[in-house]
């Protein structure tokens, strides 16, 4: 294909994000042309921006645009309409057009999904999860657990803002609740997702600080997924590993989202690895 195709990316701010250059893998792979124009967009500005988007519905080139933060949120009432699993995480990361309508798809969710069934973790519903955080990506996280029907526990510095996550999110058929790391069962635990943004780009600081006999209680093959990327190995990700549990970092997930979303927009399949190796390239260039 020779035509240029277009999309964006607004967040603020929007200098250190990797998703530009994810993107330009994903059109060299599939040998497609085309932008992905990052821009900083003010809180304030977003409206506005979202309206001068819709300006571009007519051209078939301009095939959407990613949302990171602040926006995820709010830019859910500037929408036409939400796929089902961003109305239930109540967050959007990807703006596409269907019909002419301006529509608004959580990505992030099934992106972490594919990333820790790469990462080699077989859905047990007889097992437990333990979750750390209870913000905006902590939500995509839920969603990934609860429709594997793994019970959770949330794990959050503010234990208020888990609570009122786990009185949102449970079903009859599911369970998930508020927890403190003393009341958790260690020995049933064989996945811990970090969604809170402890240690992002600060590799001292850790979400969980367990002793080494909690550490040690884990079953066999206990996988720590560390949503966060930079720095590559987190203080959680070194701990987890040095008491013997398997850990993997967020670069999988971004590159799922980011082969979904490009999906949403061209119809291509781009293969996660591309993405995963363009991505660590542009982070060695920038360490
Ligand atoms: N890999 C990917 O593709 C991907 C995708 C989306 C997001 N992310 C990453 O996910 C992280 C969370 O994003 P978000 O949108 O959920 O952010 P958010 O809504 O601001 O939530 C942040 C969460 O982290 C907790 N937290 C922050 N600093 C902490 C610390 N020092 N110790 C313990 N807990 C701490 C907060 O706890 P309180 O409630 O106590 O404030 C809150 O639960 C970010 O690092 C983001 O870059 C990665």
Known sequence: ?????????????????????????????????????????????LAARLLALRAEALNPLTVGANLSLPHKVA??????????????????????????????????????????????????QASQAVLLGAGGAARAALWVLRDWGIPA??????????????????TPSWTVEAARPEEVDWSAV????????????????????????????????????????????TRLRRDAEQHGCRSEGGLGMLAHQAALAFRRWTGAEVSAGVLIEAAQAELGRSA
């Open 1 to 45: 294909m020779s035509a240029e195709l277009r999309a964006y990316l607004f967040a603020h701010p929007v200098a250190h994000t990797l998703s530009p250059v994810i993107h330009r893998a994903a059109l060299a792979a599939v040998g497609m042309h085309g932008s992905y124009r990052p821009e900083d967009v003010a809180p304030q500005d």
């Open 190 to 233: 064989r996945l811990i997702i970090n969604a809170s943004s402890a240690g992002l780009d600060r590799p001292e600081e850790t979400p969980l600080l367990l002793s080494a006999a909690q550490w040690e209680a884990l079953p066999a093959g206990a996988l720590v997924y560390d949503i966060v990327y930079r720095p590559r190995l």
């Open 75 to 124: 830019a859910l009432p500037l929408l036409d309409g939400l796929t089902p699993a961003a109305r239930a995480i109540g967050a959007v990361n990807t703006l596409y057009w269907e019909d002419g309508q301006l529509l608004g798809d959580n990505t992030d969710a099934p992106g972490l999904q594919a990333a820790l069934r790469d990462a080699g973790f077989a859905p047990d």
């Open 153 to 170: 526990q949330i794990l959050n510095r503010t234990l208020g803002r888990a609570e009122a996550l786990a009185e949102e999110w449970a």
